[in-house]
């Protein structure tokens, strides 16, 4: 079974340019997780999305941050303009959680990682 | 609310002896509790989860965890420990139903030959 794919890998920027993740679950997953992984730190939930609704973004910093799933398939997260501190892993995960179908998965599945580097 | 405390960041043990990785968690509801590992430059890995079943968890890897409720503790433990084990672990809880999961810190495991 493939697992969550994630690209790019490495992704080296200047404060205040854009960039974007892309992220492919597992097939038949239909939550989709974004997360932060500050060095040192543990991953923090950014954004979940069922299928193509959003579930959660209250981590999300909205004025820099957004992210979409418009097929329920792929996502992408978006920082515009970005800055030093978003520098990190940004890991994307996926689960057979569907609330709508009765199905609680908890098991998340996750990606690689994009680490990202603002100079 | 939840949360976890990994209660050390770095963790050293000699190849062949036993690991403990403790973790202490806060849910105001039953939870559900996860160990993730996670290698250099790889995804995090699922090691084991408890849902309220058995309170003795086994994972892969010859890891195990032990759910006690009455000290909010779920520690992480293998008999033996190998080179490969040397890696960044995570405790996570999840509050049934919500599937929202909250990491601790990390502890990174080293194992000398």
């Known amino acids: 079974e493939a697992g969550v794919a994630q690209s790019p890998r490495y992704k080296i920027i200047e404060k205040r340019q854009s960039v974007a993740f892309w992220c492919n679950p597992i097939s038949g997953h239909a939550t989709l997780y974004w997360y932060q992984q500050i060095l040192g730190q543990g991953p923090k939930l950014l954004i979940q999305f069922q299928n193509n609704g959003v579930v959660d973004d209250s981590q999300l910093p909205k004025d820099r941050f957004s992210a979409e799933r418009l097929k329920g398939v792929d996502s992408t997260l978006k920082i515009q303009p970005a800055k030093l501190e978003d520098s990190a892993v940004y890991l994307c995960?996926?689960?057979?959680?569907?609330?709508?179908?009765?199905?609680?998965?908890?098991?998340?599945?996750f990606g690689p990682g994009t680490r990202l580097t603002v100079l | 609310a939840q949360s976890v405390t990994q209660l050390d960041s770095h963790v050293s043990v000699s190849e062949g002896t036993p690991v403990l990785l403790r973790c202490n968690y806060s849910?105001?509801?039953?939870?559900?509790l996860f160990w993730y590992v996670q290698h250099p430059n790889k995804g995090l890995q699922l090691l084991l989860k408890?849902?309220?079943?058995?309170?003795l968890v086994k994972g892969i890897n010859g890891f195990e965890a032990e759910f006690k409720k009455s000290e909010t503790s779920f520690h992480l433990t293998k008999p033996s420990a190998h080179m490969s084990d040397a890696a960044e672990y995570f405790c996570v809880v999840s509050d049934r139903g919500f599937n929202k999961f909250y990491f601790g810190s990390g502890t990174k495991l080293n194992v000398k030959p």
């Open positions: 995960a996926s689960s057979l959680t569907d609330y709508q179908r009765g199905l609680e998965e908890n098991e998340q599945f």
């Open positions: 408890y849902t309220s079943a058995a309170t």
């Open positions: 849910s105001s509801y039953s939870p559900s």
